[in-house]
Nanobody
Framework: QVQVVESGGGLVQPGGSLRLSCAAS????????IGWFRQAPGKEREGVSC????????YFADSVKGRFTISRDNAKNTVYLQMDNLKPEDTAVYYC?????????????WGQGTQVTVSS
């Protein structure tokens, strides 16, 4: 079964850190761009970060620049989103998605999401 599964979400205090994982199965993640998106209650889904298959292209939303990093371990078929200095406004369901090719576009495989809550 072709799928991506997110993990690593949870409850964290402001200023804390979490590392989200996006594990792929049924396909080789190494050949695809992988993106992270989030959706907060009452808001539209927004792009957070993305990494191309060759790692030479990365994208970060302005709201997370300097706080989030993205990396991939192709041997483990997994992409990570390291989130530091978390803020309450980072609270959302985080989704990963695989693109149809090596770049960050046309995402066609979506996970079910993992909840991130930043609160004291």
């Amino acid at each position: 079964q072709v799928q991506v599964v997110e993990s690593g979400g949870g409850l964290v205090q402001p200023g804390g850190s979490l590392r989200l994982s996006c594990a792929a199965s049924g396909f080789t993640l190494a050949f695809r761009g992988i993106g992270w998106f989030r959706q907060a209650p009452g808001k539209e889904r927004e792009g957070v970060s993305c990494i191309s298959s060759s790692r030479d292209l990365t994208y970060f939303a302005d709201s997370v620049k300097g706080r989030f990093t993205i990396s991939r371990d192709n041997a483990k078929n997994t992409v990570y989103l390291q989130m530091d200095n978390l803020k309450p406004e980072d609270t959302a369901v985080y989704y990963c998605a695989a693109s149809g090719g090596p770049l960050c576009s046309q995402f066609d495989i979506w996970g079910q999401g993992t909840q991130v809550t930043v609160s004291s």
